[in-house]
């Protein structure tokens, strides 16, 4: 019953700029703690960003910092993650996932998961 649903990946360019969502199902966001994490092919599933029910970013990936943000819109029961300046190497599954308690780079201390949006960066 608790469930995200993730939208808006693709296929973009390097340079190209991508923007997730993530909108619950069946509850509101507003208490959760919202983390965004990513499987590259052949890699394990790694955190990338995560907003916390008072909307306060955590970077668990440097090297999307200055090019990846994280947002909150509680009105529409929304998280958004904007990649820009993607690069081949942010080709992944990207998931997002949430909890009733603080942000955490964990993946196994979420309690319930999007179903994943592929984004795929190529030329």
């Known amino acids: 019953q608790l469930q995200l649903v993730e939208s808006g990946g693709g296929l973009v360019q390097p340079g190209g700029s991508l923007r997730l969502s993530c909108a619950a199902s069946?509850?509101?966001?507003?208490?959760?703690?919202i983390g965004w994490f990513r499987q590259a092919p052949g890699k394990e599933r790694e955190g990338v960003l995560c907003?916390?029910?008072?909307?306060?970013?955590?970077?668990?990936?440097?090297?999307?910092?200055g090019r990846f943000t994280i947002s909150r819109d509680k009105d529409k029961n929304t998280v958004f993650l904007q990649m820009n300046s993607l690069k081949h190497e942010n080709t992944a599954v990207y998931d997002c996932a949430g909890r009733g308690f603080s942000c955490?780079?964990?993946?196994?201390?979420?309690?319930?998961w999007g179903q994943g949006t592929q984004v795929t960066v190529s030329s």
């Open positions: 907003i916390s029910s008072r909307d306060f970013s955590t970077y668990y990936a440097d090297s999307v910092k």
């Open positions: 955490v780079a964990t993946a196994a201390w979420y309690s319930y």
């Open positions: 069946g509850f509101t966001l507003d208490s959760s703690s």
